[in-house]
């Protein structure tokens, strides 16, 4: 299994600043936030990673939004091998940052760098590649799902999508160390434990966007990434678009939810549900990219990098469409979940099969058919 160990940089405990919300939290929602209730902002982080890039001169940072921070960040230089190189702004985004640093001479991995960032702090850091999955892989942030949820989820795209390579983004999972162990040879297990986020506004989470775009630059750039989270299973009746998706630049789908209906198995999974609504969610897509494709991975949709010339066509913002329902979507499982979003509804209250808006889909079961099944 691969480690990785990530050369985080954060504010100093204590500091006399911190980064600003990005967006307001609603006045109604305000006693919910400050007592903690919507989840943790990221206050404080100013970057995920340094690396060390497999050409073994670019050194690349990945961060949340500077925001008000940019002061304490930028400028910022890395002294290597008796090199004074200056991280470079080379993205940004509204909830990330990337900056570069570009060696005139290879650097071996492993290589200890000094980082200078402009409120003085001083860090030493060590420079080093990781090895490129090849082949499609799979890769998510989760919290605290069972452990039968994640298994059961690796092993439909693995025999239904021929994935080879799994990454999960843990963010601070109670149980981390025990899924490091479990999940040893099924998955590489990424400890991520940066604050998620407040839950009721999404554009002041950074946590997982932080997580996909680390995947991308640091791991991805010769695989097709498959962008689905724990509770989403993707189902593809076509096979050509289901034998292109290793070879396209990005394919993106529409969902339907798999309600949650009563079982008489505490232990349920993804087979023990057979019916999902009959209209689509039409919103909130996810996809599945080239990984050497140059863009930002935003959760729902892919935001390539475009050409100055590009920017200047009609709705050149407009992502691509979403295939056909009838040859693929995928499966979104109100009940595979924790139910930790505070906003929402209870995902886990069963709902009322009876009424006219549900229809059987065993799509998903009929792939579970052939895998046995192993109890946790």
């Known amino acids: ?30 006693a919910l936030y400050e007592n903690g209730q919507l989840g943790v902002y990221d206050s404080y982080t100013l970057l995920y990673d340094i690396f060390l890039d497999t050409d073994n001169r670019t050194i690349r940072a990945i961060g949340p939004p500077l925001l008000n921070l940019g002061q304490a960040l930028l400028p910022a230089y890395l002294q290597v091998n008796g090199h004074k190189l200056p991280l470079t702004l080379r993205t940004s985004h509204k909830k990330l940052v990337i900056l570069e640093a570009v060696s005139p001479a290879p650097i071996s991995s492993n290589t200890t760098a000094d980082l200078h960032l402009a409120n003085g702090q001083h860090q030493t850091i060590t420079l080093a590649t990781a090895p490129l999955p090849e082949g ?52 590489t297990v990424m400890p991520w434990n940066f604050p998620h986020g407040i839950s009721h506004r999404s554009g002041n989470k950074f946590c ?78 996810k996809y599945v990219v080239n990984g050497g494709l140059p863009g930002v991975m935003n959760v729902h949709h892919f935001n390539p990098a475009l050409r100055f010339w590009q920017k200047l066509l009609p709705g050149y913002r407009r992502p691509p469409a979403a ?51 192993n109890r946790q």
């Not at 693995?158 to 160390?177: L, P, T």
């Not at 979104?332 to 549900?358: C, F, P, V």
């Open 208 to 285: 997982q966007v932080g997580a996909l775009n680390h995947f991308k630059y640091r791991l991805g750039k010769n695989t097709s990434i498959f962008n689905f989270d724990i509770d989403e299973l993707l189902v593809c009746r076509n096979q050509q678009i289901k034998q292109s998706l290793c070879n396209g630049k990005m394919t993106r789908f529409n969902s339907y939810t798999v309600p949650f209906t009563a079982t008489p198995d505490p232990e349920y999974s993804f087979r023990d549900f057979r019916f999902r609504e009959k209209e689509p969610r039409d919103k909130a897509t």
């Open 1 to 30: 299994m691969t480690t990785i160990e990530l050369n985080s940089v954060a504010l100093p405990a204590g500091s006399s600043i911190k980064r600003q919300l990005r967006r307001p939290v609603p006045v109604e929602r305000k």
């Open 136 to 187: 499609p892989s799979l890769v998510t942030v989760q919290k605290n799902n069972k452990l039968q949820w994640i298994i059961d989820w690796i092993s439909y795209y693995k025999n239904e999508f021929g994935i080879q390579h799994v990454y999960i983004y843990d963010n601070n999972s109670d149980n981390q160390d025990y899924l490091l162990k479990s999940l040893e040879g099924l998955a």
């Open 323 to 373: 295939v056909p329902l009838a040859d693929a979507y995928f499966l979104h499982y109100q009940g595979i979940t924790t139910n930790w979003k505070i906003h929402n509804a209870d995902r886990l209250e069963a709902i009322d099969l009876s009424e006219n808006m549900y229809v059987e889909d065993t799509a998903v079961i009929d792939v579970f058919s052939h895998i046995p099944r």
